[in-house]
Every structure is written in C-alpha cells, then in structure tokens.
C-alpha cells in the first residue's frame, strides 16, 4: 500500500510508476538539487521573454519624441504585444498539456527574439506595432509553460515560494530594462533597443532549451475537493480522450476560479496603469527628470520582485490560504491609488515612495495568485487552466493602457486613470469577500490547498 502523501504518479491500474533509469531512492537527491536550476532557468527566461515589452513604459518618453506618439498611441504599443496572446495563451496551455514544456517554452522564447532582431529593421509606428504582435506570440509559451514547469518540481509544502521566485522573472525584467533600455535608446536610438532585448530573449531560449528537464516524479497540483465535478476519474485517466472543451470550460463556474479571475483582471489592469502612465506622471506631475525617474522606476520593479516572493512565501504559511496576501494587495492598491489622486501625490519623495508601494503589492500580487491557481486546476490540466484564465487577464492587458492613455488625452490629467482603477480595485473586493463568506466551506477548501 503507497503511504498517503507519496506524490507518485499511478497508472490506470494504481500501480506506481517510476522511471525505469533509476530507483527512487537514488533519484530523491538529484531532484531535491535540481528542481532549484529548474527554478533559475524558469525565471531567467520569463526576465528574458519580456525584457524589452516591460521596458516600453520606462522609455515613453523617448519614444513619444522620437515617432511622435500620443499617450494613446504608447498605449497601444503595449496592448500590440498583448494582442496575440489573448488566443495564443489557450493554444500554450494544449501544447504544454501535450509535449515536453522544454520545447514549448523554448521555441517560444526564440520567436521573441527573432521578432525582435527582425524588428530592428522597421521603419516607424507601424512597423513597430507589427513587430510586438509577432514578439506577443512567442511570449505566449513563456506566462503558463514557466509555471507550469515549476508547479511540477515544487511540493505544496514550497511551491508558493518558488512560483512568486519564478514570477519574479517579470519585474526584474522591468527592472532591468527600465536601467539599461532608455540609455541605450538615448544613445543608440530606439531600434538598437529592440536589438538588445532580441539578444537577450535568445538567451533564455538557448537556457531553457538546453537545462530543462521534466522531473522523475509528478508534484502537479490537484484541485480542490469537490471542484470540477464534470470531469470525472475516468476522464482524468491516463490515455482516456481528452475531455470537450466545454467541460474543461466549466472550470470557470468554480468559486476558487471566479475569484482568481475578477482579482487577476483587476490586478493586471493596476499593473498596466504602473507600467503606461508611471514614468509619464512623474516627469509631467512630479517633474522630475529623466535619470530620477528611471531610478523610481527600477526601484518600483524591483519591489515587485520582492513582493512576488515575499507574499508568495507568506501564502506557504498563511492559516487564510493563498487568497490572503491577494486581498491584501488590492487594498494597498486602492490606497497607494487614491494617494496618488491628493495634492500630496504630487510630491516627488511622496510619489516615488507610493510607486514603489504600488510596486510591491500592484506587481508582487501575482505571486500567490498563480500558485492559488495552479493548485485550482484539475488534474492533468495544468496547462490548460493555465492559458485559460491567463487568456481573459489578457483582455485587460490589451484595452487597460490605450483606455488609460485616452483618459490622460482626453481629461489632461492622471486623477481620472488613477480613480478608474481604484474603483475597479475597490469593487474586485467587495465581490470576492462577500462570495467567500455565502460559499459554504469555502475558508476551509482553501486553507487545505496550501
């Protein structure tokens, strides 16, 4: 009889599995050590997949100057590189459902960089937009097949912890680039840019591609008791037909899943406004100049990496489960928002200081959130799950920054943009708090996730 907590995977019969190169015993080890380059090279290639597309807000305003571009306009480069994973996220999610996430992942993360490269080559607005759509196909495999690939090393017991450390990747990304992409821009032009973040997305393909290994053991998350009653055991066997997209859709009815979807998107959409107006608000608002505000910047990012891990790491051990440290981040959002909405906002220091706030819990939120939602998902269907609620996050990813930027055309102030967004915050709120307390149970379901 297999003790309760072995983590084996079991074939249809209930017999173990187990590698046939070495014994378990010998492998345990190995794959303590390993599963931490997995965790490296995981959150290297996220950095390295979204390098340049993070860096596009820390250099608004040098590219405002140089293809002469409304805060619209910047809005929709961002959105363009969103575009395509709206779909592209649900095709990821089926592929890593299917084949090896070493090859998903890595072949996407080369088709950032020959996008990029290639993209070096274009002429203006146009061209560039075109260019962050193919570069927003390729990124579509890095979101889901990263998380995936280190749902699958990590126990419950520390996988909180090394998804924020992976989802990390993103803002040290945006760190990065906001220090090094405006420099080089300056000095080289915008399209040396793109040659910089094209080498470093061939980078992370090359890591990933070549490190990557599925682990000996299956440690991917199970879902709740009781959630996804349509697919049954025999739908989740192994070698059994794929169950029907409107069964595997009915994972979105689920409470947990409602709940990561209205906090997710509204999440997202705080993250958008940091990334389109941040560096436009502090040199038009603050006034301060171009280096002060990179280092705000950098600053803000870096935060977020440490939020990302900080809360992921307090969601390990939180007796709420998982979905605390999210509702908490949305609070610190509406508040550092709404500061920024008072003549106070206006003062550099103070403003420096709510970004980098807004930093830790308006990016760092993710942590949790993706490892509360890769322990939601059905068994066998990581992937899928995955790609599927990252896709409707897409929605807010793509109309947030232009409809963000038509607002600051529009009214020429940042009080509207901020105040939509602490709205949305504020009622994402409400609405899970007062679905938690009428789902019966629900507390205890998630607190046995952890």
Not at 107 to 132: K, M, N
Not at 329 to 356: C, E, I, N, R
């Amino acid at each position: 009889m297999r003790h309760p907590t072995d983590t084996r995977a079991s074939a249809p019969s209930g017999r173990p599995v187990h590698s046939p190169a070495v014994p378990r015993t010998d492998r345990q080890p190995v794959v303590s050590r390993y599963r931490w380059v997995v965790l490296g090279i995981a959150t290297f290639t996220q950095m390295a997949s979204c390098f340049f597309v993070q860096g596009i807000g820390a250099m608004a305003v040098i590219l405002q100057r140089s293809l002469d571009l409304s805060t619209t306009e910047l809005g929709l480069l961002l959105s363009a590189s969103q575009l395509v994973p709206l779909v592209g996220l649900l095709a990821a999610g089926e592929l890593l459902d299917r084949y090896d996430e070493r090859w998903v992942v890595g072949i996407g993360a080369a088709v950032v960089a020959a996008g990029l490269l290639l993209g070096s080559l274009a002429q203006g607005y146009a061209s560039l937009l075109v260019v962050l759509l193919v570069v927003g196909a390729g990124y579509s495999t890095a979101q889901p097949g990263g998380s995936k690939s280190v749902a699958a090393w990590f126990d419950p017991g520390r996988r909180g912890l090394a998804m924020g450390v992976r989802q990390a990747g993103l803002p040290l990304g945006g760190a990065i680039a906001a220090a090094t992409l405006p420099a080089v821009a300056a000095t080289y032009g915008w399209r040396a840019a793109l040659v910089t973040g094209g080498l470093v997305a061939l980078l992370g393909a090359a890591l990933f591609t070549t490190l990557y290994r599925r682990p000996p053991l299956t440690s991917i998350a199970r879902p709740l008791p009781g959630t996804v009653p349509d697919e049954t055991p025999s739908d989740l066997a192994a070698g059994s037909p794929s169950p029907s997209l409107r069964a595997r859709l009915r994972i979105l009815r689920e409470p947990s899943m409602v709940r990561i979807l209205l906090s997710g998107t509204s999440m997202v959409a705080v993250h958008s406004g940091i990334g389109v107006l941040g560096a436009l608000y502090l040199h038009d608002v603050t006034r301060l100049g171009p280096a002060p505000t990179a280092a705000v910047l950098v600053a803000t990012q870096v935060a977020g990496a440490v939020g990302r891990i900080g809360l992921a790491a307090w969601s390990d051990r939180s007796r709420a489960g998982r979905y605390r440290p999210v509702l908490v981040s949305m609070a610190a959002a509406v508040a550092g928002l709404a500061a920024l909405m008072t003549p106070a906002g206006q003062y550099p220091p103070l403003a420096a200081f709510l970004f980098v706030s807004l930093g830790f819990f308006g990016i760092g939120w993710y942590g949790p959130w993706v490892a509360h939602l890769a322990e939601s998902a059905p068994p066998g269907r990581t992937g899928f799950a995955l790609g599927l609620v990252m896709a409707v996050n897409q929605l807010a990813v793509i109309l947030v920054p232009p409809a963000l930027g038509l607002l600051r055309d529009t009214t020429h102030s940042f009080t509207p943009a901020w105040a939509a967004l602490s709205c949305a915050t504020a009622a994402t709120i409400a609405l899970t708090t007062c679905g938690r307390r009428r789902t019966n149970g629900a507390p205890r379901a998630v607190r046995d996730v952890r």
